[in-house]
């Protein structure tokens, strides 16, 4: 269909799905005006579930939803795309460690970097959010070899806007004041959440972060951590991983890859370390500050990075090394 976006999402019958098929059909991501041809993917025992999720979707009666297909081939999910939001894998639950998800989810993410490279538009824009983030969208990229790395990347915007959100309350603003926070790393307690360049509107005057909230120990203790066991905290209360914020942070994220950053503004988004000032190990998918530019992002380079910093970044970026070691050990096992 000329002139439609055609996008992927994977996962389609799960709860993330539920929240984020109609903020995307309805134009919040690629553009009010911007028709919409929606793929949805989930395992076969799903396709039941699918199709009330197609049901729902036409009830919504969307002028932008051109097509809707729901399907459980990878041949027919992954066809002609422009974007694609790989979300279905298994998700933590309460008492399960990430890594454990590593051997269950990376088998899926080789697969479907397989597909994206078989089938989809070059030009595609993936998203990775099924857990573990970072390393599955390496192993899908790894599996993709003819699109370019850099169309590859991964979720850390819920993070960075649980740290904005963070800020804005202790701050007393709204979340639209905070700018320029930081997540670096994986997603996953190891992550580095950074306001040290962030700057809050209080009053009409910008104030550094530490400027506005007066408390040197909060930032560097408790903020860090809440947001470092934020996913963790709505799994305990839930009994469910995060959806809702899911949802709009992948829209968010998605947003910004399309349409661009805002001026005097940056995002946190998991891409390829290849080639950064930071020192952080190439061949990993790390989230760093970055702005985005006619669908191309670049790494914010050259931030002062004090030792407190530097030293949370490399652990964080310790972690990626060991589980894309892992990875790619079950995936050769299973090649
Ligand atoms: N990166 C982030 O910020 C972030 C935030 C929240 C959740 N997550 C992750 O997102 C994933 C999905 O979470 P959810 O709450 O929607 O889970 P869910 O269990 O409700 O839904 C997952 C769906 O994926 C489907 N699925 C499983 N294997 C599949 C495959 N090979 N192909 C297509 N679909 C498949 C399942 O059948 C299910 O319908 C989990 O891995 C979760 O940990 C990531
Ligand atoms: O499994 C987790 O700890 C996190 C689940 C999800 O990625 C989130 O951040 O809410």
Not at 105 to 127: D, H, P
Request: hydrophobic share 45%; proline share 3%.
């Amino acid at each position: 269909m000329t002139g439609t976006v055609k996008v992927l999402v994977t996962g389609a019958a799960g709860q993330i799905a539920y929240s984020l098929l109609y903020s995307i059909a309805s134009g919040n991501v690629f553009g009010k005006d911007q028709p919409i041809s929606l793929v949805l993917l989930d395992i076969t025992p799903m396709l039941g579930v699918l199709e009330g999720v197609v049901m729902e979707l036409q009830d919504c009666a969307l002028p932008l939803l051109k097509e809707v297909i729901a399907t459980d081939k990878e041949e027919v999910a992954f066809k002609d795309l422009d974007a694609a939001i790989l979300v279905g894998s298994m998700p933590r639950r309460e008492g399960m460690e990430r890594k454990d998800l590593l051997k269950a989810n990376v088998r899926i993410f080789k697969s479907q970097g397989a597909a994206l490279n078989k089938y989809s538009k070059k030009t595609v824009k993936v998203l990775v959010v099924g857990n573990p983030a970072n390393t599955n969208c390496l192993i899908a990229l790894k599996s993709a070899l003819t699109i370019p790395r850099e169309n590859f990347t991964c979720l850390t915007r819920l993070d960075h806007n649980r740290a904005v959100s963070q800020v804005a309350i202790r701050v007393g603003v709204d979340s639209a004041a905070v700018k320029k926070a930081i997540i670096w790393g994986n997603h996953s307690s190891t992550q580095y959440p950074d306001v040290h360049h962030a700057t809050v509107n209080v009053g009409g005057q910008e104030l550094p972060v530490f400027q506005a909230v007066k408390d040197d120990a909060w930032l560097k203790g408790d903020f860090i951590s809440t947001v470092q066991q934020r996913g963790a905290a709505v799994i305990k209360a839930r009994k469910l991983s995060s959806a809702m914020s899911a949802a709009k942070a992948i829209c968010d994220h998605m947003r910004s890859f399309w349409h661009g950053t805002a001026e005097g503004d940056w995002v946190s988004m998991g891409v390829v370390s290849d080639g950064n000032s930071y020192g952080i190990p190439a061949d990993l998918i790390y989230s760093f500050p970055v702005v985005i530019k006619n669908k191309s992002w670049k790494i914010v380079d050259g931030l002062n990075i004090n030792d407190f910093s530097r030293e949370k970044m490399l652990q964080t970026a310790k972690e990626l090394v060991e589980e894309r070691d892992m990875a790619l050990e079950f995936v050769s096992e299973s090649a």
